[in-house]
């Protein structure tokens, strides 16, 4: 029952930002030109365009800075181990001798 509730208050909240995106997008139509200052080309885009890119590129960036952090630190757990071993190996033959 609680899974079905967080669904449809997930969906509400989805809806919303839809309805609210397509919102901005109508009353953001005026063009725009972006201008690529050493480049040559200089598009002219509406101005909801530039601004959803920006956002979406912002989060893919994120989304990439942040997987590359946890992807780094699995890595580092994963290794961790093996230098325990191998500390534990050098003790084990330092007794020996």
Known sequence: MLQLLAK???WIVAAGVIV???VVAVA???PVTLSFDPLPF???LPLYAVVFSSI???????ALVGAWSVARRRR?????PD???????R?????AT
């Open 76 to 80: 580092a757990k994963r290794r961790a």
């Open 20 to 22: 609210l995106a397509a």
């Open 8 to 10: 449809m208050i997930y």
């Open 42 to 44: 200089a598009p002219t």
């Open 91 to 95: 003790a084990d033959t330092d007794l």
């Open 56 to 62: 979406s590129i912002g989060l893919a960036l994120g």
């Open 28 to 30: 953001n139509r005026a």
């Open 83 to 89: 230098s325990a071993r191998q500390i534990d190996n």
